[in-house]
């Protein structure tokens, strides 16, 4: 049930009831006053009449006076009157033994007959004192008091009803406007708050609670609008600082990028152009010499052709055809293509762990596989182990194939580790290595949906871990 009607129902509970009460004391007060009246009326006309009949029996005798009060009642009389003799008044059924005393003694008693058919009052004068002396009797009914109350009763019940029905329409109204229009408008600033439109204040000009309330909530809304600009604000400054950094990056990655172009493919072109410099000009001074020449500028056009497959590689959208591919089977190709490469820096390379299938691309993996693996021989001194372990983690997407390549090698300290898998970045001499290698593995296994970390543990060396999703995706 909404407020109002509530505070509605409430106030008029209680209106009705405080004027029903009060109604009901006025029918009872009114019933008392008219009877108070009837019998105020019966004592002056029983006064009045028995003096004057006393005296008309004084002066001519008891039966002309008893004459005189068969007169005194009147066809349109609502009061009767009789003459009663004493024994009379000990054959009347209902009169108290009480009344009878007052009698004697000469007092006017009244006496209501409530339950008879027709209520009435009956007052009883005595003619005068004594056991025996006769009295009158004055009988009236109360049909009119019937009468006057029910008129009293309707006026009653007509202005009760007036007052209570106007109590009600004016709790009604008051309660519309002074709190039902309020609470309200307050409802729809919150509504509006929530959703996050602080623009409109709420309008209530009334000073009592609800209007401090309302002002409340404007500071607040005013207070929140304020302080979501400056977030705004300082979100779009660090927006705007993020984007100068980013296009900084970028900047360094082109320069790094251009730059290990020009001295990966610079080296050889300048040997190629030594070497072609030295036949144009015939100085080759033997033919083994010319076929030396000719070798080394092959050799270094091989080397650039390689740069460049590398840098294609790196570039190239690379969609993977994925088959079902064993990480184990793959470990182990790799390891027996850089077997040589191992034997010649005397490092010893294990293969560890179950098969695992994984779903990707078979060459793109033996390529991630073997740059890994050279990197892992290439980081080793003699005597030392690399170890290609593969096994099987459970992601929240599913399970993952894992393939680790640890070694006991140099490690790689934090600076180096930030730009491992950028291109050109390489810590190997001019020659040994282009920074391409994890650069390239890092975006094919990305392709993959896999993930590729580096861990540098504390007892030494370095673990490259590979992971790819075994379900097709
Ligand atoms: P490249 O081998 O041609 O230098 P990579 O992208 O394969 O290019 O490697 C980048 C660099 O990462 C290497 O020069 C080396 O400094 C570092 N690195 C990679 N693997 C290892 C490893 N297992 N141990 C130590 N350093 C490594």
């Not at 497959?309 to 390891?335: C, G, M, N, S, W």
């Not at 179950?354 to 021989?377: F, P, R």
Request: contains cysteine.
């Amino acid at each position: 049930m909404q407020l109002t009607r509530k505070l509605t129902f409430f106030i008029a509970i209680a209106v009705w009831s405080v004027l029903g009460v009060v109604a009901c004391l006025r029918i009872a007060e009114e019933r008392s006053l008219y009877r108070d009246d009837l019998r105020r009326d019966h004592e002056v006309l029983g006064h009045a009449l028995a003096a004057a009949v006393s005296e008309a029996w004084r002066v001519s005798g008891r039966d002309v006076a008893r004459d005189v009060v068969a007169h005194a009642t009147s066809a349109d009389s609502p009061v009767s009157v009789r003459w009663l003799d004493a024994d009379v008044l000990r054959a009347e059924p209902g009169l108290a033994a009480s009344v009878a005393d007052e009698l004697k003694a000469g007092v006017m008693v009244h006496t209501l007959f409530e339950n008879s058919t027709e209520p009435q009052l009956i007052s009883l004068v005595p003619l005068r004192p004594g056991k025996d002396a006769p009295f009158l009797e004055l009988r009236e009914s109360l049909s009119s008091e019937n009468r006057y109350l029910g008129r009293t009763l309707s006026h009653t019940v007509v202005a009760t009803l007036a007052v209570g029905a106007v109590c009600t329409a004016l709790a009604f109204l008051l309660g519309t406007w002074m709190v039902g229009r309020p609470v309200r408008a307050l409802r729809d600033k919150a509504r509006r708050v929530g959703t996050g439109d602080l623009t409109v204040p709420v309008v209530l000009t009334q000073r009592d609670e609800l209007g401090d309330l309302a002002r409340e909530m404007n500071h607040m809304s005013d207070a929140l609008a304020r302080s979501r600009a400056e977030r705004e604000a300082a979100n779009a400054e660090r927006i705007r600082a993020l984007s100068q950094l980013r296009h900084a990056e970028r900047l360094a990655t082109v320069g790094r990028l251009a730059a290990g172009v020009a001295h990966e493919l610079g080296t050889p072109l300048h040997v190629i152009e030594g070497h072609t410099k030295l036949l144009d000009r015939g100085e080759a001074e033997s033919e083994e010499e010319t076929r030396e020449s000719l070798q080394t500028i092959l050799r270094q056009t091989a080397r650039m052709t390689h740069i460049v497959r590398q840098l294609l590689d790196f570039a190239r959208a690379r969609t993977p055809h994925k088959t079902p591919v064993d990480l184990r089977a793959i470990a182990e190709e790799a390891t027996s293509m850089l077997t040589a490469l191992a034997a010649q820096r005397d490092v010893n390379v294990q293969v560890e762990g179950e098969g695992c299938v994984v779903h990707a691309d078979e060459s793109q993996m033996l390529q991630v596989a073997t740059n890994l693996l050279k990197n892992a021989i290439d980081a080793s001194s003699p005597g030392q182990r690399v170890t290609l372990e593969v096994s099987t983690a459970h992601a929240d997407d599913g399970p993952r194939g894992v393939l680790r390549v640890v070694d006991q090698g140099s490690g790689i300290d934090p600076e180096a580790r930030e730009h491992l898998f950028e291109p050109f970045f390489t810590t190997k001499d001019v020659g040994r290595g282009t920074g391409l290698g994890l650069a390239v593995s890092h975006g094919i296994v990305l392709d993959h949906g896999g993930a590729i970390s580096v861990d540098c543990p504390p007892r030494g060396g370095s673990v490259f871990e590979v992971q790819l999703p075994q379900e097709a995706q």
